[in-house]
């Protein structure tokens, strides 16, 4: 049998190995993404109340909504918009996890296999860990922030139309015209530089934790590499990516969701560091853990069924374990 004969009877992981892995993990982060998205759109309403920077622009939304716990602000949801619109925004949302979730994991891999290095007994020092998860996700957030715009503006919608304000966005194609057409291209990118911050701090919770933990059961203890010992790991990165994670996912959703002039250029905050000052002195730091309940909640979860479905259809896919 002549060789290019044989290259195409071998698997597709075996011969396309980055884009089977890209994949996989896309898959993944559909699965999950769309199973606890309720949860992300609760987050983002939180974060947005009492906005203190409104009232510089004479706009008391802010104050007359009352603040609500999770479960109130969801089932407010619900009952003044319906439970349809506990979804509102998924499609932007998988978007950009399909690109953002491929293009950590592949970077986090490429980086442990071939410039940061694994030692001799397969193990993988803390410090690269931490490294190569901080890179990976600023670069996966990066490609993903004009998806992740959009599935902010999206799921403030309902909230527009609660309002009396006439709505913005009609789709998820409207979304990208009208941003391109406000800002331009650079539009897509508004918010990017939080975006990538919460990325960098997610990833050194989630890659960084989940890695480290899976590994360091895998070592230390009876543990197979299997279903418990995922689950373990998962549920550790989820706790630890919310903690360190939800300061600049409050930034990021305020400025994203922020009005903006015709040049594109927001009118509340100047940088993320001004957000960040604003939010302080107006609201107290506590502000910035605004929604980190449901943000917790969701990345447990989100972890869970994320790990579990990447490492089982790797298996199922002849793909080594991660």
Known sequence: MIPRQEEGLRPFPERWPLASKFVLSACAAAVAELATFPLDLTKTRLQIQGEAALRHLGDNTGEALPYRGMIRTAAGIVQEEGLVKLWQGATPAVYRHVVYSGVRILTYEQ??????????????????????????????????????????????????????????????????????????????WAGWVPNVQRAALVNLGDLTTYDSTKHFLLLNTRLQDGVLCHSISSLCSGLIAAILGTPADVIKTRIMNQPRDKQGRGLLYKSSIDCLIQAIRGEGFMSLYKGFVPTWMRMAPWSLVFWLTYEQIRRIAGVSSF
């Open 111 to 188: 980086l442990r296999g071939t410039v940061l290095r694994r030692a001799d007994d397969n193990s993988f020092p803390l410090w690269k860990s931490i490294v190569g998860g901080m890179v990976a996700g600023a670069i996966g957030q990066f490609f993903a922030s004009p998806t992740d715009l959009v599935k902010v503006q999206m799921q403030m919608e309902g909230r527009r139309r609660l309002e009396g304000k006439p709505p913005r966005i009609r789709s998820v194609h409207h979304a990208f015209m009208m941003i391109l057409s406000e800002g331009g291209v650079r539009g897509l």
